[in-house]
C-alpha cells in the first residue's frame, strides 16, 4: 500500500501524513508507503534502532509497547496530537484494527461486506487479536447507515 490519495478520485489532492506502526522496524527500504509522494512517519518500539539513510520525507519515532509487544495506540495516538494531528484513517490489517477497538480509540467504524463467502479457521477478519472472553467485555455498537456500495455494502458503525 502507498496509503495516498489517488488523482483519479481526488483532483490536486493534499497527501496526507503515513503512519506506520512498525513495532520491530521491519518495513523495508522500498517498500511504496516509503515513496517520496509524500511524508511518512514510522512508529517503532522503544530502543528499536531503525533509519532510512538520505531519506528526508521518513521519520522513524519510538513509543510504548503494550503487553503483547505491540505498538500502545493510545500513546501514539497521544504522540500524533502532540504532532497537530486531529484527524486519523486507520487502514490497517486485523491486529491493528483489534487494538483501536479493544482499546476503544475510534469515532467511527466503516465494514464492507461483499457478497460472497470466505471460509476457514484460517482466514483473516475485520479485528484479530485476543478476541472477547466475556460478553460483558463485547465492544457495543450503533449502526448509523447502510449504504448499498457496488454489488455489496458498506456498513457505518459509532460507538454508543
Do not use: M
Amino acid at each position: 500500500p502507498k496509503l495516498t490519495v489517488k488523482e483519479k478520485y481526488v483532483k490536486h489532492p493534499k497527501q496526507p501524513l503515513r503512519v506506520v506502526l512498525d513495532s520491530k522496524g521491519r518495513t523495508p527500504p522500498h517498500a511504496l508507503v516509503l515513496n517520496d509522494v509524500t511524508k511518512t512517519l514510522i512508529i517503532t518500539a522503544k530502543g528499536t534502532k531503525k533509519t532510512y539513510n538520505g531519506s528526508h520525507h521518513i521519520e522513524v519515532v519510538n513509543c510504548k509497547t503494550d503487553r503483547n509487544g505491540l505498538i500502545n495506540v493510545k500513546s501514539a495516538l497521544d504522540f500524533l496530537y502532540r504532532r497537530g494531528v486531529r484527524t486519523l484513517l486507520v487502514e490497517g490489517g486485523g491486529t491493528v484494527i483489534w487494538n483501536f477497538l479493544k482499546n476503544k480509540v475510534f469515532d467511527d467504524l466503516y465494514i464492507y461486506i461483499r457478497p460472497c463467502i470466505i471460509g476457514g479457521k484460517n482466514t483473516p477478519t475485520v479485528a484479530e487479536g485476543e478476541g472477547i472472553i466475556n460478553e460483558e467485555d463485547s465492544i457495543p455498537l450503533t449502526i448509523v447507515k447502510v449504504k448499498r456500495l457496488g454489488s455489496g455494502l458498506l456498513i457505518h458503525y459509532q460507538p454508543p
